[in-house]
């Protein structure tokens, strides 16, 4: 951990992470390796099980079936960490266990190594929450669930977890239930740089950051590497604090979640000022709630990747609501992003730059910048005036992008790298077609 950091007892909030020096919008705050990660399971075939990166076309894992690489020498650098895994994987097939089992596995094959030294961790794999004491007996059947299928899963490589993990694990840590329940409460979920989801990963110090809606530092990744970046100027003696939740929610929407998944009630400025509240749901109420309840068979038809059904069923609600309902209504706006996904998908290029236009001043007033969020939007948008041969937009695009993620992201980030290729791309192209009309 950086030197810069400590650990602190955070007024109301238990446990938290602080600064003793002042750190700039922009600076990165920390970075780390994962203490154990594994790749999502529905992202199992498109995403390198070591490096994190995705990939056309990925080398399977013979025996197991599961694991992918993208090249030979991740396949032999991952062996270590998986070869116990492979062998519980291909005891249990055809089932595929839960990201949070296959994590809770992994964990535990990493204390079992010897490799394993982790002295500067400022908050230990003991010390975390399980929340077992203040969940719900539905909550906590389903993790006895999880706790069974994670022994059934290991029994092949820890025939006997009492005594295996006895002498590797922490006290807290040796009992399937406690264990299941601490990852499933302060595991991380690794996104790629266009921040969707790839993996699951533990990060033991830095599971002391608290949450906030509106928070003062964001976590972006590089493969399984987090990294903690500064969103806005911070203080000596400040909390650090990131969202641990996506912040584009109503207030009572985004305490349940915070409340149901990580067992605490938000008290922060956003959540006790309500702000923003009246906006998302602004507009004639009877419109909107037609949107807000097709959300959910929308959602459906994405899950399905039935993409010219959701296009056709969003263009005609969007249609309906016309200006009864403006683009700041949260539901016409997760409509309207839905819109874009299903048009990239069926080629429709032309759709997909006005939806996609459409949500940018939202996305402005709602995630304040610099937010990777808007970041990436703009991004997106950038490469479809690219594409459509709008070059002078595109660059303006790409610019207000860059201006973004080089704080969100930092200046050596694989996605600001390309996002300055296209920026160099777009700017090459309008130097042509002045030169070639003189």
């Known amino acids: 951990m950086a030197p810069m950091l400590e650990r602190f007892a955070s007024p109301g909030k238990g446990n938290g992470l602080r600064t003793i020096t002042r750190i700039r919008r922009g600076e990165m705050v920390s970075s780390g390796e994962p203490l154990a990660c594994c790749v999502s399971n529905k992202q199992a075939r498109e995403v390198c099980h070591h490096c994190f990166t995705r990939h056309e076309t990925l080398l399977r894992c013979s025996q197991c079936k599961m694991a992918r690489y993208c090249s030979t020498t991740c396949q032999r650098q991952a062996w270590s960490g998986h070869k116990r895994e492979c062998k519980c994987l291909c005891s249990l097939l055809p089932r595929v266990p839960t990201d949070s089992v296959r994590l809770a596995a992994r964990l535990i094959f990493a204390l079992l190594s010897p490799l394993q ?10 010390e975390h929450e399980s929340h077992l004491n203040s969940m719900s007996e539905q909550k906590k059947q389903g993790l006895s669930q999880l706790a069974s299928m994670l022994e059934l899963y290991i029994q092949k490589e820890v025939p006997d977890p009492t005594q295996e993990m006895t002498s590797a694990l922490p006290p807290s840590c040796r009992d399937a239930l406690n264990l299941i329940a601490k990852v499933t409460c302060n595991c991380f979920t690794i996104s790629d740089g266009e921040l969707q989801e790839i993996g699951v990963g533990l990060y033991p110090s830095l599971s002391l950051l608290n949450h906030d809606c509106r928070p003062n530092c964001v976590m972006v990744f590089e493969g399984a590497k987090l990294k ?16 641990y939740i996506e912040t584009l929610n109503l207030t009572e929407d ?3 979640q915070l409340e149901e998944q990580y067992h605490f009630t938000c008290r922060c400025q956003r959540c006790d000022s309500q702000e923003g509240d009246g906006l998302m749901l602004s507009g004639d109420e009877a419109t909107w709630r037609l949107l807000k309840e097709a959300l959910p068979r929308l959602e459906g038809l994405k899950g399905e990747s039935n993409w010219q059904e959701l296009f056709e069923s969003c263009c005609h609600l969007l249609a309906n609501s016309g200006a009864e309902v403006p683009d700041e209504n949260l539901y016409k706006l997760r409509m309207t992003d839905m819109a874009l996904d299903a048009s990239i998908h069926l080629g429709h290029w032309k759709e997909a730059m006005t939806y996609g236009l459409k949500t940018l001043p939202v996305y402005r007033q709602y995630y304040p910048d610099p937010h990777p969020v808007h970041g990436v939007q703009l991004m997106r948008v950038g490469k479809l005036q690219h594409y ?13 992008a860059f201006k973004i993620i080089k704080l969100t992201h930092g200046e050596d980030h694989p996605l600001t790298i390309d996002l300055g290729m296209k920026m160099e791309e777009c700017q090459s ?7 070639s009309r003189h």
Request: charged share 40%.
């Open 117 to 126: 030294s982790r002295s500067d961790e400022l908050y230990t794999l003991d």
């Open 228 to 243: 903690l970046r500064a969103v806005r100027d911070i203080n000596p003696e400040e909390e650090l604090t990131i969202s």
């Open 254 to 256: 985004r305490q349940r």
């Open 388 to 400: 459509l041969e709008h070059i002078e937009d595109a660059l303006d695009t790409f610019r207000q």
């Open 429 to 435: 192209e309008l130097e042509h077609q002045s030169s």
